[in-house]
C-alpha cells in the first residue's frame, strides 16, 4: 500500500504557484485573515496559514477585531477590506461570535477574493461543476492528492463518507466534475460497509475516529482520509483505522502529514490564482 | 406496478396550497412571468403556468421584452420587477438571448421570489441541505411524487442519472436532504446497467429518449422518469421504456402525464409559500 503523504502534494503546488508568480512579474500577492476573538483552534490555523504564506513567498495582513465588536463596526471594516484593491484574498475566521450573522459576512465577502469557497456565488459554483470558482480548502486538498499521485478519477466510483457542506458535499461535487460515478453516504447509510466496498476511491469525511476499517475496504482502493481526531489514548488519528490495510488498499492518506497538511497549501494557491485572475 | 401520474400530485399540492391562501384571508399572490422574444417552447411553458395558476387561484402578470431588448432597459426593469411590492414571485423565461448576462440576471432576482431556485443564494441553499430556499421545480416535482405516493426515501439507495444542475445534481441534493444514500451517474458513469440495478429509487434526467429499459431495473424498483423526448414516431416519450418494467418495478411514473404534469404546480406552491413567507 502506498501512503500518500501530504508533503509531496505541497510541493506540486508550490512549484506551480511559483510559475503563476513569476508570470506577476515580482508582483506578492496579499492575504487578508480576518479573525474575532482569540479562539485557540482559529489561532492554531492562522499561525498554521501565516507559516505556509511565508513559505510560499506571499503577504499576510491580519485584522483581528474584540469578541464583541459590534455589528456596524465589523461589517463596515469587513468591507472596506473585501474592497481594498491591495488584498488579493481574504479568509475570514469561523465560527463568528453571535452578535455577526454569518450569512451576512458570507453574502459581504468579494466571491474573487473568497479563498475558501463560503460565498453562495462560489457554492453555486462548485455546485454548477465551473471551474471558475473557489472551492472550501479541505475539500480541494483531496483532489490536489488524486492529481500528484496521478490517481485515475475518470469514470471511477467514487464513494464519500460525511456530507458536510464543507468537505462531503463539495468533494462530491469535485468528483463529479473529474467525471468520476459518485455516492454520498452518511450517518442514515443503511449498509456503510458495502457501499463503501463499492468503492474505487474512498474518501472518509465523517468526523469519527476509525469510523472505517479493513471489512469496509476493497483490494486496490484509493483511500483518502480527511478525519482529524484524538483517539482513546489523546493521540490524532483519522477517520480510517490502517490497521490491517496494508495487504487490501492500494494507497492511504496518513493522519497527521495527509490531507491536513495540504489544506494551506490549496488556501495559498488560491490566493496566487485570485491575484493571477485580477492582475494578468 | 404502480403507475404513479401526476394528477395525484396536483391534486394533493393544490390542497395544501389552498390551506395557506385560508391563511392569508383572501390575499391573492401575484406572479410575475418575464420573457424575452417569442420563443415556441416558453410561449408553451408560460402557457402552463398561466393556467395552472388560474387554476390554483393565483394571479400572473406576463412583462413581455423584445428579443433585441438593450441590457440597459431590461436590467433595469427587471430589478423594478423585483422589488415591486405587489409582485411575490418571479419566473425568468430561459434561455435569454445573447446580449443579456444571465448571470446577471440570476444574480439579480430577489432570492425570496426566486420561485425556480435560479439565484446563487438558493442554489447554495439548495446544495447545502437547507428548507429555507427554492429548488428548481422540475426537482422539486419528483420529490412531491414521491411524498404523494409515500414512497420511503429516508435510509434508501437512490441513483441519479443525469447531472444537469437544475434537475440531477439539485435531485440529488433533495433526496439526499431526506437522508437517502445516493449515488450520481452520467455518460461516463462505466456500467450504467449495475449502478442503475443497486437503485430502490431510481430517477432518469438524462435527455435521452428509452436510455433506461428493464435490463437496468431491480425488481421492487420506484422509478421516476424526468425525461421529455419525442421517439422514433414523433410521440412523446421518456427516458424510461416502459415495456417489459410491469412485473419488474414496483412503481413508475408515466410520460406523459407524469412528473412533467406537476412541475407548474410547484411553481404554485413555490408562490404561495413566497406570499407567507412575506407576509404571515
Redesign the interface.
Known amino acids: 500500500m502506498r501512503e500518500l503523504t501530504g508533503q509531496q502534494v505541497v510541493d506540486a503546488i508550490r512549484a506551480e504557484t511559483e510559475k503563476t508568480l513569476e508570470a506577476l512579474g515580482g508582483y506578492v500577492p496579499t492575504l487578508a485573515i480576518v479573525r474575532v476573538g482569540e479562539n485557540v483552534p482559529q489561532l492554531s490555523y492562522e499561525k498554521g496559514a501565516k507559516k505556509r504564506m511565508q513559505n510560499f513567498g506571499l503577504d499576510v495582513k491580519t485584522f483581528v477585531f474584540p469578541e464583541d465588536v459590534t455589528p456596524e463596526v465589523f461589517f463596515q471594516r469587513f468591507r472596506e477590506i473585501n474592497a481594498d484593491s491591495a488584498i488579493d484574498g481574504v479568509l475570514l475566521l469561523k465560527p463568528l461570535p453571535e452578535q455577526l450573522d454569518v450569512r451576512r459576512a458570507e ?1 459581504m465577502i468579494d466571491p474573487e477574493k473568497d479563498l475558501d469557497g463560503i460565498s ?2 462560489n ?2 459554483r ?4 465551473e471551474e471558475a470558482g473557489f472551492a472550501p480548502c479541505t475539500a480541494e486538498a483531496v483532489m490536489e492528492t488524486l492529481r500528484t499521485y496521478e490517481v485515475p478519477v ?4 467514487a464513494v464519500v463518507v460525511g ?1 458536510s ?1 464543507v468537505v462531503g ?1 463539495t468533494l ?2 469535485l468528483l ?1 466534475r473529474d ?1 468520476a ?6 450517518t ?3 449498509d456503510l460497509k458495502e ?1 463503501c466496498k463499492k468503492a474505487e476511491i474512498l474518501a472518509v469525511a465523517a468526523g469519527r475516529a476509525k469510523l472505517i476499517d479493513r471489512d469496509y475496504v476493497s483490494a486496490g482502493c484509493v483511500i483518502l482520509d480527511v478525519g482529524i481526531n484524538a483517539d482513546e489514548n489523546g493521540n490524532l488519528c483519522g477517520d480510517v483505522n490502517p490497521e490491517g490495510l496494508s495487504d487490501l488498499a492500494a494507497a492511504l492518506t496518513p493522519v497527521p502529514r495527509g490531507i491536513g497538511a495540504v489544506t494551506t497549501s490549496v488556501l495559498a494557491k488560491h490566493l496566487v490564482q485570485a491575484a493571477a485572475r485580477r492582475l494578468l
Chains 1, 2 share one sequence.
Do not use: D, S, W, Y
Open positions: 453574502q453562495p456565488v457554492i453555486a462548485v455546485f454548477a461543476g475518470h469514470g471511477k466510483r456530507r457542506l458535499r462530491a461535487m463529479l467525471n460515478t459518485v455516492t454520498i453516504c452518511h442514515q447509510t443503511k457501499e
